[in-house]
């Protein structure tokens, strides 16, 4: 059986140019924010 790799995204390809994402996962909005202090934060 293979193994399952984890897949691995830059952050700077889905922030481009902004500091907070909206993930919907199973109906429900999490947003994902680059604080100041260069930090992610996923808040629901």
């Known amino acids: ?3 399952k790799k984890d897949k ?3 952050s ?3 922030f481009n140019q902004t500091n ?3 993930i919907v ?3 429900q909005e999490y947003h994902l924010r680059i ?3 260069n930090k ?3 808040t629901k």
């Open 1 to 3: 059986m293979k193994e």
């Open 8 to 10: 691995k995204i830059d």
């Open 12 to 14: 700077k390809e889905i």
């Open 20 to 22: 907070i994402i909206t």
């Open 25 to 27: 996962h199973d109906g």
């Open 35 to 37: 604080t100041k202090a």
């Open 40 to 42: 992610l934060i996923l």
